[in-house]
């Protein structure tokens, strides 16, 4: 079955820390992989996408995630990490229905960052 | 519109009742989406429309649940006899086609 898995429930760190959150998948093709964030009583927020080309994509807020092939993870990660950043976070990935042959998003359960002053 | 609106932003109603929510996508974007988010939970997935047809029903939960999109716009999500389970916040997306789905700040449903 085609998924999305982050593995964390929640991931802590020190303020001026580097992040990793990280995000694997099991789709059939080439996936498209996104980062959504979450604020408290906030809509989803778009971070970042990985389509095709370079493996590091750059997105807002000074996020970034790298795309590994052989690894079938898109772990997002910042250099460091700011209160502002607790959240919570959703990895997606765009794959083709196997059934209808249309295309579907699959998203993972969530990764709470709590980033600590 | 300057990005995706959804009404009510709550609502609270009785066991039993049925329930309209209201997705109004981004202009010009000719996909939408709608997933439930329960407390503590990711997204489900739940029905997704490219123009106004629903190509992938999959996700809805029982046959209470309905959806419609009218004018390639306009998306309701109608909950017939609700149940508790149902409590909810529910979340609509719109996106071009295959497209980056830009989401709604999303309805909160209460069913006592």
């Known amino acids: 079955a085609q998924s999305v898995a982050q593995p964390e429930d929640q991931v802590n760190v020190a303020e001026g820390n580097p992040l990793t959150v990280k995000c694997t998948y099991s789709?059939?093709?080439?996936?498209?992989l996104f980062w959504y964030v979450q604020y408290p009583n906030r809509g989803l927020q778009f971070l970042l996408k990985?389509?095709?080309?370079?493996?590091l994509v750059k997105g807002s807020y000074g996020f970034e995630a790298e795309f590994n092939k052989s690894q079938t993870s898109f772990h997002l990660k910042k250099p460091s990490a700011l209160v502002s950043d607790s959240a919570l976070y959703f990895c997606?990935?765009?794959?083709?229905?196997?059934?209808?042959?249309?295309?579907?998003?699959?998203f993972g359960t969530g990764t709470r960052l709590k980033v600590l002053a | 519109g300057a990005g995706v609106s959804q009404s009510p932003s709550n609502k609270v109603t009785e066991k039993g009742k049925d329930v309209e929510l209201r997705c109004d996508p981004i202009?010009?974007?000719?996909?939408l989406y709608w997933y439930r988010q329960s407390l503590g939970q990711g997204l489900e997935f739940l029905i997704y429309?490219?123009?106004?047809?629903?190509?992938?029903k999959s996700g809805l939960p029982s046959d209470r649940f309905s959806a419609e999109r009218t004018g390639g716009s306009v998306s309701t999500l109608t909950i017939q006899r609700t149940q508790q389970e149902d409590s909810a916040v529910y979340l609509c997306?719109?996106?071009?086609?295959?497209?980056?789905?830009?989401f709604g700040p999303g309805t909160r449903l209460l069913v006592l």
């Open positions: 202009s010009g974007h000719t996909a």
């Open positions: 997606a990935v765009r794959a083709k229905a196997l059934t209808s042959g249309t295309y579907k998003y699959i």
């Open positions: 789709v059939s093709g080439n996936p498209y």
């Open positions: 997306a719109s996106s071009l086609a295959g497209g980056t789905q830009y």
């Open positions: 429309f490219q123009g106004n047809s629903a190509p992938d």
């Open positions: 990985y389509i095709t080309g370079d493996n």
